[in-house]
């Protein structure tokens, strides 16, 4: 039977191309990478043979195992893990199963140098053999099948896979080394790297030569051992191994819990953004260990999905080795190592934030987003998480606490004021932002879709309600202005026209349906109109996103704002009482209302109407034509 022969996905061979052409200095990660899959499939059978012992039959010794001939120039890395059968090798060595391959993608730039720093943070995993390798030979058997296969590739767009001989379970990868790269054929340069990058393996990496196994790690679980034996270096290239992400962590985080339930944690939180952070499914990736055996890295119930940013390990001592699924969904001791996990984690933060905001800032432009969820998915955790969260605010470039608002209210200010909108510049321009700024009153600029829910859920902090600006009536004239505001604020160009409840009036009728109110505004100073959400009705940011995300059909009429004290307006107001005046202030109406829209970001009903008395208006302001 000859071998089959297939392509790889598209995405494999564009990543290939990259790996196989580039002068990363780096190349001998790819041995970690082959160590860490030999690693995960011991794990994986371990687990699997909990329930099905014969599996692994007698041969419970799980390691890895590198030897090389230098003749040949071949270096081969073997396991006595799970395995893979035919479809197996098709699809795992064929194609990048992993989430957030897409964007990764997409963000590839063409240049080698920012490629290459990018594919260092999502990692290679099996192709970076064919950094070294000319080509690479993959034979395994599954365990628990008696047919093995031969996997063979030149990492160039194809591969082959044919049936083999192989005597017992797992997997052996040897790799056809490129002529100048004969030092991974070396015993003391393989424990060098071995050493360097995968000592915190669990399992014994063996060297064999002549018959004879020398181990070149310490094989102990990184996460058993004291904490003062561990090197920073260490933990680095744990999480490395457990996160599949080769930035540096920004937190790690070591404990062993010893009261009513007992369990060791080591948790990372990562110095970049995963690629995968907003994946729909919002899973944590922590993984679960029962007493040192690998049980699953897919327990929601662990720990909280606003906490998903977490790398890393929880290792119990209490739950039973053969946990299923459905055991693990009620679980009253998973339910407990949640509860003080998420403990740990928001108290670790606190600590953090106190000792140096420039720090604290690097987590929060990463996962504040994420960390936002809290504040409406877990009400327990409410108080602990309320601090924790930082803004952008009108009163700094700086990034601002719920603690640094409070503390400079101004007298008479009794709401936490805020805007939400898509961008930070977007909102920044706001003109619903003028008269708070001219009174020197603070307020939060929120960009995260996840904004609009939180500040529902919350509505409180310290008693001072949440209130956004662009909803409801806003009373800043209890709060005194700025100062120099005040003198201006009281001179004559800057009183309001005796007759605004009659151009008010006059608008009204022109705009009917169009609006739901028409009112003068504290809000605003440059601008002469802005739009505003009626008290009791959806923020208007809130309803365009719903609307997008099509959650709701048909939005809630606003209310359209005048700014009494706007030049514009007081020319208006003049015109009151002149001949034909009303059919010309009603175009005017339009025009404001339309404006407003515009500023607002929403859509015109109808543009060419607009468009029409925009004409009009431009053309009688010009000189007649010769
Ligand atoms: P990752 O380890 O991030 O999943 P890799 O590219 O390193 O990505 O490996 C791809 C997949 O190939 C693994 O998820 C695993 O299913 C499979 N695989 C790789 N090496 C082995 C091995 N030695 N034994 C069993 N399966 C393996
Ligand atoms: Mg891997």
């Not at 996460?223 to 992400?245: D, G, L, M, N």
Request: net charge negative; with cysteine; aromatic share 8%.
């Amino acid at each position: 039977m000859s071998a089959e022969k297939r392509s790889f996905q598209a995405e494999v061979s564009r990543l290939l191309d990259i790996v196989a052409h580039s002068l990363y200095s780096e190349k001998e990660i790819f041995l970690r990478e082959l160590i860490s899959n030999a690693s995960d499939a011991c794990d994986r059978l371990r687990y699997a043979a909990l329930t099905q012992p014969e599996l692994a039959g007698d041969d419970t010794n799980y390691r890895v195992v590198l030897s090389s001939d230098k003749k040949a120039r071949q270096l081969t890395v073997a396991d006595n893990g799970i395995g893979m059968n035919h479809d197996e090798l098709v699809e795992n060595l064929g194609t990048i199963a992993r989430s957030g391959t897409a964007a990764f993608m997409q963000n590839l730039s063409g240049d080698q140098r920012k490629d290459m720093a990018l594919i260092g943070q999502f990692g290679v995993g099996f192709y970076s053999a064919f950094m070294v390798a000319e080509k690479v030979e993959v034979l395994s058997r599954k365990a628990g099948e008696t047919a093995a296969w031969r996997w063979v590739s030149e990492g160039k767009g194809e591969f082959t896979v044919e049936p083999a001989e192989k005597e017992g379970r797992g997997t052996e990868i040897t790799l056809h080394l490129r002529p100048e790269e004969d030092e991974f054929l070396e015993r003391f340069r393989l424990q060098q790297i071995v050493r360097k990058y995968s000592d915190h393996i669990a399992l014994p990496i063996a060297f064999r030569e002549s018959g004879k196994e020398e181990t070149l790690n310490t094989a102990r679980a990184l996460w058993t051992r004291p904490r003062s034996e561990i090197t920073a270096e260490q933990y680095k290239e744990f999480y490395h191994h457990v996160a599949h992400s080769f930035d540096e962590p920004w937190l790690t985080l070591h404990n062993r819990a010893e009261g009513k339930i007992e369990y060791t944690n080591l948790l990372f939180i990562p110095g970049a953004k995963p690629f995968d952070l907003f994946d729909p499914q919002r899973k944590h990736r922590v993984k679960l260990y029962v007493r040192r055996v690998f049980i699953t890295d897919d327990c929601p119930e662990l720990l909280p999905a606003y906490l998903r940013f977490l790398r890393g390990i929880v290792d119990s001592e209490d739950l039973p080795l053969n946990v299923s699924r459905e055991m693990l969904q009620n679980n009253p001791i998973l339910a407990r190592m949640r509860g003080q996990l998420t403990k740990r984690v928001l108290g670790e933060l606190a600590k953090k934030a106190g000792e140096s905001a420039e720090e604290y800032a690097k987590f929060w432009e990463n996962f504040g987003a994420v960390l936002k969820e809290g504040l409406y998915e877990d009400h327990e955790q409410q108080e602990a998480l309320l601090p924790l969260m930082r803004f952008r605010s009108t009163a700094s470039d700086g990034l601002v606490s719920f603690e640094d608002y409070l503390g400079r209210m101004k007298a008479g200010q009794d709401a936490i004021y805020y805007i939400t909108g898509d961008s930070l510049e977007a909102v920044k321009k706001s003109p619903q932002l003028e008269g708070f700024r001219a009174r020197g009153v603070e307020v939060l600029l929120l960009s995260d879709p996840i904004d609009e829910f939180w500040v529902l859920a919350v509505g409180k902090v310290k008693d001072k309600a949440l209130k956004s600006v662009t909803r409801g009536g806003a009373d800043l004239s209890k709060i005194a202005p700025a100062e120099g505001e005040a003198a201006a604020a009281e001179g004559d160009d800057k009183k309001a026209p005796a007759n605004i409840a009659s151009l008010i009036a006059i608008f009204k009728l022109a705009l009917g349906e169009a609006v739901k109110d028409i009112r003068t505004s504290d809000r605003l100073t440059d601008s002469a109109v802005c739009l505003v959400a009626d008290e009791g009705d959806r923020d208007m940011h809130l309803e365009r996103l719903l609307k997008a995300h099509r959650q709701i059909d048909t939005t809630a009429k606003r209310i359209l704002e005048i700014n009494p004290r706007h030049a514009l307006v007081k020319r208006l107001a003049a015109l009151i009482g002149q001949d034909g005046a009303s059919d010309q202030l009603g175009d005017f109406a339009w025009l404001l209302l339309d404006q407003a829209r515009i500023l607002e970001g929403e859509a015109l009903p109808d543009p060419s109407a607009f468009a029409r008395r925009m004409s009009v208006l431009l053309e009688k302001g010009l000189p007649a034509a010769a």
